[in-house]
C-alpha cells in the first residue's frame, strides 16, 4: 500500500509550479488550484507578448508538470475571503500542507493626491490588459497622446515598450525620484525602446541636474556616457513616439481638469542623500508640471490582502523567528503575530512572499526553497495511505465544484490550447488568445463535443 502526502498549491505562476514539481517528483499528491483559466500567472500575463520563444519555452515546461499522474490541476478557482473557497475550507479538507504562491495581486499606491482620477492607471493591470487576461483584456485603457509613467525599472520599460510600438501615443515621460545612476531596468531590456529616447533633452536633463548628482560623488557625464553604451542595438522604431526623463522628480499630484480628467502631473524636485550604499531621494519643496493626459504607476506591487492570511504593511507576515536551517525555514512560514505561532503547514514563496522581486528563474528558485523547507516540515509526519489521500481529493474537487462548476482541468486546456493554435493558424497570427473566460470555456465545450461526435462515429 502506497503512502504518500497530499500538498495544496495555491497560484499556477512560476513560483507555484515550481512547488508542484519538486514536490510531485516526491512521489507526494499535488492540487494546484489557480485563479486564472490558464497556468503560467506573470510568465503568462506579464512578460511580454513578444517574447515568443521564452513564454514558449516556460510553458512547455509547465504543460510537462501538470499532466504528471499526481498532478491535479483546477483553474478558474480562487482562494480568498469572497472567493470560491476560503483559508480555513481549504485547510479543513485536512492537507499535508498549502503553499500560497499567489502572487502579488494587490495594487501598491504611494500616496499621490488625485491618483484616482480618469486616466490613471497602475503598470500591472495594463500589462494585464494587452496580455490578454480577462477581466482587463476588455477594458478600454485610453492613455491619450502623452503619458507620464511613474519608475524606472523593468516594468516602465514594457509599459513605454506597448506605449510606443503598439498604442503609438506622441509622448512618453519617464518620472524618476531618484537619479540615472539608480536606473533598475535590465540594460538589455532597453533595447526595445532605446530608439524613442529623445537624446538631446536627455543630454539637457542630465547638464540640469549635474549639481545634483555631483553633490553625492557622481559624474553626470559618466552616467550618461554608460546608458548611451547601453542604447546599442537599439530595435527600430514603428512609431514616432518620443520618450523623455526627468530624474531627481517624485510625484506629488496628479492634475485634473473639471471632470476629474488627467491633465497633468506634479513632480517635487529632489536631491539625493546618501544613507548606506544606496542614496535616497529628499523633496526640495520646489514643484513643476509635466502635462500629460494619463498616468501609469510602474513602481511595483504588493499582495492581495484578501487571500485571507495574515497581512501586515502589503505582505503577509512571516515567522520573525530565525531557524538555524538552509534555506530558513521561517522565511516560507506563515505566521499569525495574534497567536504568536506559526500557522502549521502553511507557506509562501515567491512574489506573495517578496513582492515584485526579480525574474522567473527567481520565482522559481524560491518555490525550490519552499519546497526544501515543506519536506522537512514533512519528515516526521506519518504519510497518508492512499485511500486517505484519494478520498481527501474526492472531496476537495467536489467542494471546488460546487463553488466553481467551470473549475478547468488540464484536458481542458488542451483542448483550449488546441482551438487557440487552430484560430491562430486560421488568422495567420504566431499567438491567438482568447480574451475572456467566456470565449475560453466556449472554446472547450465545443472542443471537447468535437471530439466526442468523431469519437463516436
Ligand atoms: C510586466 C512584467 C513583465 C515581466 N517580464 C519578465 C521577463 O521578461 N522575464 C522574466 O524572467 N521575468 C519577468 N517578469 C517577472 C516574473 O513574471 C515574476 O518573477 C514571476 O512571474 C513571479 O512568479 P510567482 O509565481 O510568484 O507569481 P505570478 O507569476 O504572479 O503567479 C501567481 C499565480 O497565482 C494565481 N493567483 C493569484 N491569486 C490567487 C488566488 N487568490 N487564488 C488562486 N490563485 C491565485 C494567479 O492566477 C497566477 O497564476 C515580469 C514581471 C512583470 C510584472
Ligand atoms: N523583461 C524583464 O525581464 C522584466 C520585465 C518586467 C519586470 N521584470 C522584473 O519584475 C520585477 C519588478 O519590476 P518593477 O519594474 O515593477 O520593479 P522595480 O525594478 O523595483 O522598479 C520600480 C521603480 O518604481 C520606483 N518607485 C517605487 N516606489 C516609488 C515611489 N513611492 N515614488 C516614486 N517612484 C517609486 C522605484 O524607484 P526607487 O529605486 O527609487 O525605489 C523604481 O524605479 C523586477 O525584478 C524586474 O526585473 C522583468
Redesign the pocket.
Not at 382 to 391: F, I, K, R, Y
Given at each position: 500500500m502506497g503512502m504518500n502526502h497530499l500538498i495544496v498549491v495555491?497560484?499556477?505562476?512560476?513560483?507555484?509550479l515550481a512547488v508542484a514539481n519538486v514536490m510531485s517528483k516526491q512521489g507526494h499528491e499535488v492540487v494546484v488550484?489557480?485563479?486564472?483559466i490558464k497556468?503560467?500567472?506573470?510568465?503568462e500575463y506579464?512578460?511580454?507578448p513578444n517574447?515568443h520563444k521564452?513564454r514558449g519555452g516556460l510553458r512547455k515546461g509547465y504543460w510537462e508538470i501538470l499532466t504528471r499522474p499526481n498532478v491535479h490541476y483546477f483553474g478558474n478557482?480562487?482562494?480568498?475571503n469572497g472567493?470560491h473557497l476560503t483559508v480555513s475550507e481549504l485547510r479543513a479538507l485536512g492537507p499535508s500542507a498549502v503553499v500560497f504562491?499567489?502572487?502579488?495581486?494587490g495594487t501598491k499606491t504611494i500616496g499621490v493626491e488625485g491618483d484616482t482620477a480618469r486616466g490613471v492607471y497602475h503598470a500591472?493591470d495594463c500589462?494585464y490588459h494587452y496580455n490578454l487576461l480577462p477581466e482587463f483584456s476588455t477594458r478600454p485603457f485610453e492613455m491619450g497622446q502623452r503619458v507620464a509613467v511613474i519608475g524606472i525599472g523593468?516594468?516602465m520599460v514594457?509599459i513605454a515598450h506597448w506605449l510606443s510600438r503598439r498604442r503609438r501615443v506622441a509622448e512618453v515621460h519617464v518620472i524618476v525620484r531618484r537619479g540615472p545612476a539608480e536606473r533598475k531596468y535590465n540594460p538589455k531590456e532597453i533595447r526595445a525602446v532605446c530608439a524613442f529616447i529623445d537624446q538631446d533633452s536627455l543630454q539637457k536633463e542630465m547638464v540640469r541636474i549635474a549639481p545634483r548628482l555631483e553633490a553625492v560623488g557622481q559624474s553626470s557625464e559618466k552616467i550618461l556616457a554608460e546608458m548611451r553604451a547601453e542604447f546599442t542595438k537599439c530595435e527600430p522604431p514603428e512609431s514616432h513616439t518620443r520618450m523623455y526623463f526627468h530624474f531627481l522628480s517624485s510625484p506629488k499630484r496628479v492634475l485634473t481638469n473639471d471632470q476629474n480628467q488627467v491633465i497633468g502631473l506634479e513632480a517635487e524636485d529632489t536631491k539625493l542623500e546618501l544613507r548606506g550604499a544606496d542614496p535616497a531621494a529628499v523633496g526640495l519643496k520646489t514643484c513643476y508640471t509635466i502635462p500629460c493626459d494619463s498616468v501609469v504607476f510602474a513602481v511595483g506591487d504588493r499582495v492581495?490582502e484578501a487571500?485571507g492570511l495574515p497581512y501586515k504593511n502589503g505582505i503577509f507576515v512571516t515567522n520573525p523567528h530565525r531557524t538555524q536551517n538552509d534555506p530558513d525555514d521561517s522565511l516560507f512560514q506563515a505566521y499569525d503575530e495574534a497567536t504568536g505561532e506559526v500557522i502549521p503547514g502553511v507557506f509562501l514563496c515567491?512574489?506573495?512572499r517578496k513582492a515584485s522581486e526579480?525574474?522567473?528563474?527567481?520565482?522559481k528558485r524560491d518555490g525550490e526553497w519552499c519546497s526544501e523547507v515543506v519536506l522537512r516540515y514533512l519528515a516526521d509526519k506519518s504519510p497518508l495511505a492512499t485511500e486517505e489521500v484519494s478520498c481527501k481529493l474526492t472531496r476537495l474537487e467536489a467542494l471546488v465544484k460546487s463553488r466553481q462548476p467551470d473549475v478547468v482541468r488540464v484536458d481542458d486546456l488542451l483542448a483550449l490550447s488546441e482551438m487557440e493554435q487552430e484560430e491562430g493558424q486560421r488568422r495567420d497570427i504566431e499567438e491567438f488568445k482568447f480574451p475572456t473566460n467566456d470565449e475560453m470555456l466556449t472554446a472547450i465545450r465545443r472542443k471537447k463535443s468535437m471530439a466526442k461526435v468523431s469519437a463516436s462515429r
Amino acid at each position: 500500500m502506497g503512502m504518500n502526502h497530499l500538498i495544496v498549491v495555491v497560484g499556477a505562476g512560476p513560483a507555484g509550479l515550481a512547488v508542484a514539481n519538486v514536490m510531485s517528483k516526491q512521489g507526494h499528491e499535488v492540487v494546484v488550484l489557480n485563479r486564472d483559466i490558464k497556468f503560467g500567472g506573470l510568465a503568462e500575463y506579464g512578460i511580454f507578448p513578444n517574447k515568443h520563444k521564452l513564454r514558449g519555452g516556460l510553458r512547455k515546461g509547465y504543460w510537462e508538470i501538470l499532466t504528471r499522474p499526481n498532478v491535479h490541476y483546477f483553474g478558474n478557482v480562487m482562494v480568498g475571503n469572497g472567493y470560491h473557497l476560503t483559508v480555513s475550507e481549504l485547510r479543513a479538507l485536512g492537507p499535508s500542507a498549502v503553499v500560497f504562491s499567489t502572487g502579488a495581486q494587490g495594487t501598491k499606491t504611494i500616496g499621490v493626491e488625485g491618483d484616482t482620477a480618469r486616466g490613471v492607471y497602475h503598470a500591472k493591470d495594463c500589462v494585464y490588459h494587452y496580455n490578454l487576461l480577462p477581466e482587463f483584456s476588455t477594458r478600454p485603457f485610453e492613455m491619450g497622446q502623452r503619458v507620464a509613467v511613474i519608475g524606472i525599472g523593468d516594468v516602465m520599460v514594457d509599459i513605454a515598450h506597448w506605449l510606443s510600438r503598439r498604442r503609438r501615443v506622441a509622448e512618453v515621460h519617464v518620472i524618476v525620484r531618484r537619479g540615472p545612476a539608480e536606473r533598475k531596468y535590465n540594460p538589455k531590456e532597453i533595447r526595445a525602446v532605446c530608439a524613442f529616447i529623445d537624446q538631446d533633452s536627455l543630454q539637457k536633463e542630465m547638464v540640469r541636474i549635474a549639481p545634483r548628482l555631483e553633490a553625492v560623488g557622481q559624474s553626470s557625464e559618466k552616467i550618461l556616457a554608460e546608458m548611451r553604451a547601453e542604447f546599442t542595438k537599439c530595435e527600430p522604431p514603428e512609431s514616432h513616439t518620443r520618450m523623455y526623463f526627468h530624474f531627481l522628480s517624485s510625484p506629488k499630484r496628479v492634475l485634473t481638469n473639471d471632470q476629474n480628467q488627467v491633465i497633468g502631473l506634479e513632480a517635487e524636485d529632489t536631491k539625493l542623500e546618501l544613507r548606506g550604499a544606496d542614496p535616497a531621494a529628499v523633496g526640495l519643496k520646489t514643484c513643476y508640471t509635466i502635462p500629460c493626459d494619463s498616468v501609469v504607476f510602474a513602481v511595483g506591487d504588493r499582495v492581495d490582502e484578501a487571500v485571507g492570511l495574515p497581512y501586515k504593511n502589503g505582505i503577509f507576515v512571516t515567522n520573525p523567528h530565525r531557524t538555524q536551517n538552509d534555506p530558513d525555514d521561517s522565511l516560507f512560514q506563515a505566521y499569525d503575530e495574534a497567536t504568536g505561532e506559526v500557522i502549521p503547514g502553511v507557506f509562501l514563496c515567491g512574489w506573495a512572499r517578496k513582492a515584485s522581486e526579480g525574474l522567473v528563474g527567481v520565482a522559481k528558485r524560491d518555490g525550490e526553497w519552499c519546497s526544501e523547507v515543506v519536506l522537512r516540515y514533512l519528515a516526521d509526519k506519518s504519510p497518508l495511505a492512499t485511500e486517505e489521500v484519494s478520498c481527501k481529493l474526492t472531496r476537495l474537487e467536489a467542494l471546488v465544484k460546487s463553488r466553481q462548476p467551470d473549475v478547468v482541468r488540464v484536458d481542458d486546456l488542451l483542448a483550449l490550447s488546441e482551438m487557440e493554435q487552430e484560430e491562430g493558424q486560421r488568422r495567420d497570427i504566431e499567438e491567438f488568445k482568447f480574451p475572456t473566460n467566456d470565449e475560453m470555456l466556449t472554446a472547450i465545450r465545443r472542443k471537447k463535443s468535437m471530439a466526442k461526435v468523431s469519437a463516436s462515429r
